[in-house]
């Protein structure tokens, strides 16, 4: 057993496009479908299914809080076209490409998604950050983030590589779906009580006083339903911290199928967990958000 802890709308229209095709070795999904934009509870999540029966995949991108990035899962007929959810390029638009899909520090990154088979999951695309941004000191830190719609606008497929085969989905331009999320994901934060005017002048984010200490405890519980039949999951927690630093309540979102997964992850957290609260410019404390990501593997 292995678990590891990481501290981490607009109208699409439909493309008439033949749903695949092929072109200098590239295999091209097109969209069979509108996007799908699902304002949850606790998550926000743009979904699209693409190809044909015989190839249909689903991608999706999703957020649990304002960010500059996103987790993104695909599953389907593009990964048997692949041949496997291992060693996988992944390239959004022209940003660099990434690999996934292998043993890393961040654990496993496939997972079975239900009546699509095996799925390949991943956070955000690499962005292009100027050099001049990167070393300057004169560029304010910033705790509550949204996605970049100007990136978005340069992102019009994704690609997905290995060895010599390479499967792109034809997404469109992103832009109206990354302004889509950013507004999805205020909404959210609202919706759960936080002031989204005033954590967004927050120049530090809430800070854990013990993770390792509750890791422990974590490390010791493996739901006795889900190991014996070797089942995965990849929860992320949402833990929100009032400005007194107390953990007023968690919120387990569950990005993969965890059917045999209880709430001991969360339950955990509010009771041991212990933070330093996130400040303002004029170190007033503020009611805020802390994210950690829990993924249990059975080998």
Not at 75 to 90: D, H, K, M, P, T
Not at 183 to 201: P, Q, S
Not at 276 to 291: E, L, N, Q, T, Y
């Amino acid at each position: 057993m292995v678990f590891r802890l990481i501290s981490a709308s607009a109208a699409v229209t439909l493309s008439f496009a033949s749903p695949v095709y092929a072109q200098e070795g590239v295999v091209t999904l097109e969209p069979n479908g509108n996007w799908n934009l699902d304002f949850g509870e606790y998550r926000c999540r743009l979904a699209r299914l693409f190809g044909t029966e015989e190839d249909k995949t689903i991608f999706y991108i999703e957020q649990t809080s304002p960010s500059n990035t996103f987790t993104w899962l695909v599953a389907g007929g593009l990964i048997e076209r692949l041949g496997s959810a291992r060693n996988i390029g992944v390239s959004f638009g022209t940003f660099p490409e990434q690999k996934f899909g292998r043993s890393d520090s961040y654990g496993r990154s496939s997972y079975d998604f239900g009546e699509f088979g095996n799925a390949l999951t991943g956070i955000g695309y690499k962005p292009l950050i100027p050099n001049d941004e990167q070393n300057s000191s004169d560029v304010p830190l910033r705790t509550f983030m949204s996605l970049d719609a100007m990136a978005g606008e340069k992102i019009d497929h994704v690609s997905f590589s290995r060895r010599d085969r390479t499967v792109r989905l034809a997404t469109g331009n992103m832009k109206a779906a990354f302004e889509a999320l950013n507004t999805c994901t205020k909404d959210l934060y609202a919706f759960w009580g936080i002031d989204v005017e005033k954590l967004g002048n927050a120049v530090q984010g809430p800070r854990s006083r013990n993770m390792e200490r509750v890791a422990q405890r974590l490390l010791q519980h493996y739901p006795k339903a889900a190991e014996q039949r070797g089942e995965d999951a990849i929860m992320n927690l949402k833990i929100i911290v009032g400005a007194d630093g107390k953990v007023e309540r968690c919120i387990a979102i569950h990005q993969t199928k965890a059917e045999n997964f209880d709430n001991f992850a969360c339950e955990t957290m509010e009771k041991y967990a212990e933070f330093d609260p996130a400040v303002d410019a004029k170190g007033k404390p503020v009611r805020s958000v802390a994210s950690q990501t829990v993924r249990y593997h059975t080998d």
